[in-house]
T-cell receptor, first 112, second 114 residues
């Protein structure tokens, strides 16, 4: 099956903890992305990663960092979560810049 | 700034009725906006429904269509006759070619009653 997979589906944690979310795509794409969908349902790009080039949205707090072992994987690490980090995090991939994006099902994070 | 505003949901229509979901955008930092409609069916991930990159053009897919209107900054989604299987959440989106600036609307939940 070719798609974008994310784990876990849900994660509940407390302020200050570290969390890591996994994303894997089996589509053979070269570019991967992380988006945050907040409580207002707005989807905002956080990172994009292509051929070892990382592009960071300047509004993303430094406690967030992407981690990639190869072009099929782009994980998201949050060093010390804050309440405002509660959101759904969506991973996506595409063949190259401008091509159609394919999204994973998302990981819902709740910070208590 | 850049933003997308779409019809507030939820929207409920009967099967075979027509549908329009409004979408307007503001693109101040994107020189050549691309416009999209994404859909999330129950239990599935977001998927692209249609995309239009040139003003004045119309995109269509699965019976849905949307026209990129630069004058009214709109990209409304329409379907002449909906089916129960169209029940989903629809997102209007705005982006540049490289997806570095990519904005989704809040989504419109559609329920089609048989």
């Amino acid at each position: 099956e070719t798609a974008v997979f994310q784990t876990p589906n849900y994660h509940v944690t407390q302020v200050g903890n570290e969390v890591s979310f996994n994303c894997k795509q089996t589509l053979g794409h070269d570019t991967m992305y992380w988006y945050k969908q907040d409580s207002k349902k707005l989807l905002k790009i956080m990172f994009s990663y292509n051929n070892k080039q990382l592009i960071v949205n300047e509004t993303v707090p430094r406690r967030f960092s992407p981690q990639s072992s190869d072009k099929a994987h782009l994980n998201l690490r949050i060093k010390s979560v804050e309440p405002e980090d509660s959101a759904v995090y969506l991973c996506a991939s595409n063949r190259d810049w401008g091509a159609e994006q394919y999204f994973g099902p998302g990981t819902r994070l709740t910070v208590l | 700034g850049d933003s997308v505003t779409q019809t507030e949901g939820p929207v409920t229509v009967s099967e075979s009725e027509s549908l329009i979901i409004n979408c307007t955008y503001s693109a101040t930092s994107i020189a050549y906006p691309n416009l999209f409609w994404y859909v999330r069916y129950p239990g599935e991930g977001l998927q692209l429904l249609l995309k239009v990159i040139t003003a004045g053009q119309k995109g269509s897919s699965r019976g849905f269509e949307a026209t990129y209107n630069k004058e009214t900054t709109s990209f409304h989604l329409q379907k002449a006759s909906v089916q129960e299987s169209d029940s989903a959440v629809y997102y209007c989106a705005l982006g540049d070619t490289g997806y570095q600036n990519f904005y989704f609307g809040k989504g419109t939940s559609l329920t089609v009653i048989p």
